[in-house]
């Protein structure tokens, strides 16, 4: 059974870190893209950051460049998102999701089709 299990959440005050975890079982994360994906409240939900499977080649929206990193540990069936410098407009419920599409330039929409975890919501605040 595939499961995605997102961790690392919670509270952190303007400019502060946070490295949120997406721990995937029931396949062969190696094969396979992994997208993080964020919905603030009353907003859409927003493609942030994803990473290929096989070459490991990233894409990031503009507003986190050079603050987001995303990684994956493939031993470890566990993708991460390190975020750094965090902004009040970061605050959402960060979803990953697996098998989206994924290039250098752009990653997929959101799609209920696709295996996702259940969430882990961020709060960035003073």
């Known amino acids: 059974q595939v499961k995605l299990a997102e961790s690392g959440g919670g509270w952190v005050q303007p400019g502060g870190s946070l490295t949120l975890s997406c721990a995937a079982s029931?396949?062969?994360?190696?094969?396979?893209?992994i997208g993080w994906f964020r919905q603030a409240p009353g907003k859409g939900r927003e493609g942030v950051s994803c990473?290929?499977?096989?070459?490991?080649?990233?894409y990031y929206i503009d507003s986190v460049k050079g603050r987001f990193i995303i990684s994956r540990d493939n031993a470890k069936s566990t993708v991460y998102l390190q975020m750094n410098d965090l902004k009040p407009e970061d605050t959402a419920v960060y979803y990953c999701?697996?098998?989206?599409?994924?290039?250098?330039?752009?990653?997929?929409?959101?799609?209920?089709?696709?295996?996702r975890g259940q969430g882990t919501q961020v709060t960035v605040s003073s």
């Open positions: 999701v697996s098998d989206v599409s994924c290039t250098d330039q752009w990653m997929g929409a959101w799609s209920d089709d696709r295996h």
């Open positions: 990473i290929r499977g096989g070459d490991y080649g990233s």
């Open positions: 029931g396949f062969t994360l190696y094969y396979y893209n």
